[in-house]
């Protein structure tokens, strides 16, 4: 990066310290932190919008539908995360092999032949022409989803809750005005549920936060491969070579870990006050009386 | 039948290393995943009942030097909580591997005796602490919770009977504050029994293949290219277990609520994994 940084062998001190943090392999490590967050705004809002299907279907008037919601909610929760995070990928990923196996290849040849999982070249999914990225986006796409599969469960039972605890005279309210039930749905229920439904959800924030190391069990080069990879001890051969340093890169993730988690605590503080504004809660009554005194 | 026992005999107590040396290569059968996961459990179930047992009194001590007005226990507490909680396990488990592993490898000399360094990074007991001060950061937080819930008039009530101190404590105080954590303690538990599946696809390796029920699950599904047969096996497992975790714990919680009419509710099945 720096001029100075030419030869290495020569470089002492602080000097040596810039240029070794500033090599080639670092920036990589300091862009797969992207790499996370981008997994966190991804995950997120896909997570929230399959918990908020979830949470719909779990109330719904048609029975299969109420089943499938109740079902889903429950399986996870009975079962460790990490388990799905291995399971999802894989299962999706031969789900999708299977599809287009049976569309595009011979569908008499069957896909398990023992111990194999066989599908035609034109199958394959990515292609294995398909350049590297697309690789790799396969992979962090299947982490989305895996991730999404978990958390969407458990934003289902903090939303299903969160509707259940609306009080039930807003809703009678709504319908003694005639309106349909979607009507109420859209207008009275969703609108307030926030309130309750947030300190689950901030709780799942941060569930997901610690969650994103593992995104290093399903094979994509995150922070944590990295932290390994470079920690290592390095020998004469390579250009910066060190000891055993694979604490010190730990130590920066878990105060980067540290970092997020105390500034999102921050963050959700902030919106348990905007969101208690005018409710018929303890909170909201709190507001409500010190803006009265002020 | 008989092929199957055999297997048992084989494998049953593969995990801890004694029995068939070497693991199923081709040709697997259900019996042989049913037997190798669950020998794995033994190391889950190892983890989970060791770790809760010393952080349940680390927990204590923590939630008590939290709620302490003295500076130099809260301030201390109060970090340890923040630490253990604001990071991922996954991390943590990193962060004492490659630490561990830096101890000098021929022992520490420390007054005279030499103590040795390598079993810290073995898996039963360098994971064994990570969890173990883990779960006490969690739990701390759960009984500070309760501790600050106890209502006043208990405690003006030991005062009119004049208990003070550690009688008040331990007659009035400890038993309300357990009775009120004791449901989202609970919940702590099975993440902590949930979280005993990361041990061996963290840091710490998994010496001679003895490793624990995903472990050995993912080495099925690593190998026939099938996860719709381990991975479920494991599942069916946890879920299992963490039936017999919640009903441990609610005998503990109609013990606790005993003298409460009407409180002997059993605990719901509600493992919503939120710590």
Redesign the interface.
């Known amino acids: 990066m720096f001029a100075m940084c030419a030869d290495p062998k020569a470089l002492e001190g602080l000097a040596w310290m810039l240029c070794y943090l500033t090599s080639g392999t670092h920036m990589l490590f300091y862009a797969s932190f992207g790499t996370v967050l981008g997994l966190l705004a991804v995950t997120a809002p896909a997570a929230l919008l399959l918990g908020f299907l979830g949470a719909l279907a779990a109330r719904s008037p048609v029975a299969p539908l109420r089943w499938i919601g109740r079902t889903y909610a429950a399986i996870v929760r009975g079962v460790p995360d990490v388990v799905f995070f291995l399971f999802v990928p894989i299962a999706l990923d031969q789900g999708i092999e299977w599809l287009r196996s049976r569309v595009l290849c011979d569908p008499s040849v069957p896909v398990r032949q023992g111990n194999e999982f066989v599908v035609c070249a034109a199958a394959k999914m990515p292609l294995s022409t398909s350049p590297e990225w697309v690789h790799d986006l396969y992979g962090i796409a299947l982490a989305v989803a895996a991730f999404a599969f978990v958390f969407g469960a458990f934003a289902a039972n903090v939303l299903y809750g969160a509707m259940g605890a609306v009080p039930r005279a807003q809703l009678e309210t709504a319908e003694a005005y005639g309106m349909t039930p979607r009507q109420i749905d859209r207008r009275i229920l969703i609108p307030q549920m926030w309130t309750y439904a947030l300190p689950g959800l901030s709780n799942l924030w941060m569930i997901l936060i610690k969650a994103t190391p593992l995104l290093f069990l399903l094979g994509v080069e995150d922070i944590v491969y990295w932290a390994r990879e470079l920690g290592g001890s390095k020998t004469s051969t390579y250009a910066y070579p060190h000891g055993d340093w694979r604490v010190w890169y730990f130590l920066a993730l878990l105060g980067f870990y540290l970092g997020m988690t105390w500034v999102s605590q921050r963050i959700i503080d902030r919106m348990a006050a905007r969101l208690s504004r005018g409710q018929a809660t303890m909170a909201g009554e709190a507001i409500r009386k010190a803006g009265t005194t002020a | 039948m008989n092929q199957c026992l055999q297997t048992i005999a084989d494998y049953g107590l593969r995990s801890i290393g004694i029995g068939e040396r070497l693991l199923p290569r081709?040709d697997?059968t259900l019996c042989q995943q049913f037997t190798l996961i669950g020998s794995g459990l033994i190391w889950n179930l190892y983890f989970v009942a060791l770790s809760l047992t010393f952080g349940f009194v680390l927990a204590n001590g923590l939630a008590l030097a939290k709620a302490s007005r003295n500076p130099w226990l809260r301030c201390p507490a109060n970090g340890f909580i923040?630490?253990f909680?604001?990071?991922?396990?996954?991390?943590?488990f990193?962060?004492a591997y490659?630490?561990l592993?830096?101890l000098p490898r021929d022992g520490v000399q420390l007054f005279g005796l030499s103590l040795s360094t390598g079993w810290l990074t073995r898996a039963w007991a360098g994971a064994l602490i990570v969890l173990t001060l883990n779960t006490a950061a969690y739990s701390a937080e759960i009984f500070h919770g309760a501790l600050m819930n106890v209502p006043k008039g208990d405690l003006e009530a030991a005062d009119a009977y004049g208990m003070t101190g550690w009688k008040r404590f331990r007659r009035i105080v400890w038993p309300t504050m357990m009775r009120l954590a004791w449901p989202a303690y609970t919940n702590e538990a099975i993440f902590l029994f949930?979280?005993t599946?990361?041990v061996f696809?963290s840091a710490f390796p998994a010496i001679q293949q003895m490793g624990d029920s995903?472990y050995y699950?993912?080495y099925f599904?690593d190998?026939?290219?099938?996860?719709?047969v381990a991975?479920p096996i494991?599942?069916g497992y946890?879920?299992l277990l963490?039936l017999c975790l919640i009903g441990l714990f609610g005998v503990v919680n109609r013990r606790l609520n005993r003298h409460l009419p009407g409180a002997a509710k059993p605990l719901r099945y509600?493992?919503?994994?939120?710590?």
């Open positions: 081709t697997f923040f630490v909680r604001g990071s991922p396990l996954f991390i943590q990193f962060l490659s630490a592993v830096l949930h979280a599946t990361l696809f995903l699950a993912s599904a190998k026939t290219f099938n996860p719709f991975y494991v599942a946890f879920i963490t509600r493992p919503n994994l939120f710590r």
